[in-house]
């Protein structure tokens, strides 16, 4: 019974810590369009590199903190009745999830460097 409730007490602080890095994510912001149309370029320059630093830092959060969740989802998953088959597809989306979410996160990241180098570029000329 011990181990039962010691797995049940793993399982409520996994679930809470998984809705507290939902609401983190949440709160991570990029530039908003509204900014972008009404500051100067000085200020969008400084606001998409500190967009470009967060999305490391979430980088490095997130990474660790996705490892740890598809760790716990295997752990309560598999003893379950068909738990190979959703550990299989669980750690398959996974993968293709976190696949996707790097590309999309460089794909990001490119764009707002070459808006910063354009925005450079245009302010040095002055």
Not at 39 to 46: F, G
Not at 96 to 104: K, R, S, T
Request: charged share 25%; proline share 2%; glycine share 8%.
């Amino acid at each position: 019974m011990k181990s039962a409730t010691c797995f049940r007490k793993c399982s409520s602080i996994c679930g809470k810590a998984t809705r507290l890095s939902k609401t983190a994510a949440a709160c991570h912001k990029g530039v908003n369009i509204q900014e972008i149309s009404t500051d100067n370029l000085v200020d969008i320059s400084k606001a998409l590199i500190r967009m470009n630093r967060l999305g490391l830092k979430w980088l490095c959060f997130g990474l660790p903190f996705a490892l740890l969740w598809i760790v716990w989802f295997i752990i309560e998953s598999y003893p379950k009745e068909n738990g190979e088959s959703i550990c299989i597809g669980g750690g398959v989306g996974f993968v293709v999830g976190a696949v996707m979410g790097l590309l999309y996160l460089k794909n990001v990241r490119r764009k707002a460097k070459e808006a910063i180098r354009d925005i450079e570029e245009y302010t040095r000329e002055d």
